[in-house]
Structure formats: C-alpha cells, structure tokens
C-alpha cells in the first residue's frame, strides 16, 4: 500500500558536499524567452515558457527544487528505518493564482509505502522525516522565511 504523506518544508552537511554560497550559477539567453541555467559543477537546465516544449517553466523549477529539497532532507530518516532503496514520489502541484501571477501554497506530498510499519512506528518516522525537513531544507526554509529579493542589477559584460 502506498501511502500519500503531506509535509511542509532539507541536506545536512553529513549527507553530501555543500556548494559554497559563492559557487557560480548562470543562465544564458538561447533564443526568445529561452534560457540554459549552468552551474560552475557542469549542470545545466533548460528554462523557458511552457509553449517551448521540453523546458522547465521557471515556477516548475522552483516547485521541482522543494520538491527535492525535502526528499534529500528526509532522505536519511526514511533510509535509515525502509532500506536504502526505499521508492518514493514527491509531488508539488499546488495551482498558481494566475491574477497575482504567484504560487500562494505549495505543498510537498510524498507517495511512499510505510505499509510494514505500525501506527506507533509510522508516527515516529513521519515526525523525524518532517523534523529533518524543517531543519535542513534550504528552499523551503527561504521561502518560509520571505527572502528578500533586491532590484536586479544590470551591467556592461566584460570583454576576456
């Protein structure tokens, strides 16, 4: 049985190589309202409208990045008690309010089998996983906390 878990929104420092908050991350114009998102690690994302076909939407990214957030934030705690190949979805598929052009909510729902566990053990699993998500998911932590967001700063590229 496959359960469908609900949480709000994290990696700890243990779990993998934290990019350092000066690491590069650029896009690059490919054409109109077209875009390629680098990483100075050699990732790449392929941004634009829906319209565009294979492109991630900007909100999809950013719903796409919660989404991941949490599932590595709560990845150790779900190992650690359902084995290391434990499956699972997580989905974020709250609507967008289309007149303010903005996601009011976005919610994590998690698809995974907790079916051999009992209601006791169930319980305790889910309040670690959400503990592990709320300290250490980045994304929904920023977003909970209204990053600011300064004016964009324009400037002339410079030759090389």
Known sequence: MTEQITTSSATSAADAVTPSPTDPLWVERNGIRTYTGFSARGARVEIGPAEAGAVFTPGELMKVALAACAGMSSDRAFARRLGDDYKTTIRVEDPKDMAEDRYPVLTEKFEIDLSML???????????????????CTVG????????????????????
């Open 141 to 160: 932590r920023t977003l909970k906390a209204g990053a600011q967001i300064p004016n964009a700063q324009f400037e002339q590229p410079t030759e090389d």
């Open 118 to 136: 009992d209601d006791e053990d169930r319980a305790k699993l889910l309040t670690i996983a959400q503990r592990s998500i709320d300290k250490a």
